[in-house]
């Protein structure tokens, strides 16, 4: 079954840098999009960033601003965000979602803090 893991969340200062992974099985990870989305407590989720499944191409929220980077390792099946200079309004739970046909899957998130 489809499986994502999320990691590299934690507790940052503004201005900070934090990079999540997400390790996927259990689907051919070559063959598909990802995303990244979050949500902060009492929001709703908010995508974040997107790549293709060869990476060729990628999408931001207006709100990343140029800050944060997806990108992928297909040889490793998993995706990444790094995030820089990020700000207490990034506090959130990331969740890596996989675009597999007509569904999506998402993993459990990782909590990432920005507080000083």
């Known amino acids: 079954q489809v499986q994502l893991v999320e990691s590299g969340g934690g507790l940052v200062q503004p201005g900070g840098s934090l990079r999540l992974s997400c390790a996927a099985s259990?689907?051919?990870?070559?063959?598909?999009?990802m995303s990244w989305f979050r949500q902060a407590p009492g929001k709703e989720r908010e995508l974040v960033a997107s790549i293709t499944a060869a990476g060729a191409s990628t999408e931001y929220a207006d709100f990343v601003e140029g800050r944060f980077a997806i990108s992928r390792d297909n040889a490793k099946n998993t995706v990444y965000l790094q995030m820089n200079s990020l700000k207490p309004e990034d506090t959130a739970v990331y969740h890596c979602?996989?675009?597999?046909?007509?569904?999506?899957?998402w993993g459990q998130g990782t909590q990432v803090t920005v507080s000083s």
């Open positions: 979602v996989a675009h597999i046909v007509r569904s999506n899957f």
């Open positions: 259990g689907f051919t990870f070559r063959r598909y999009a």
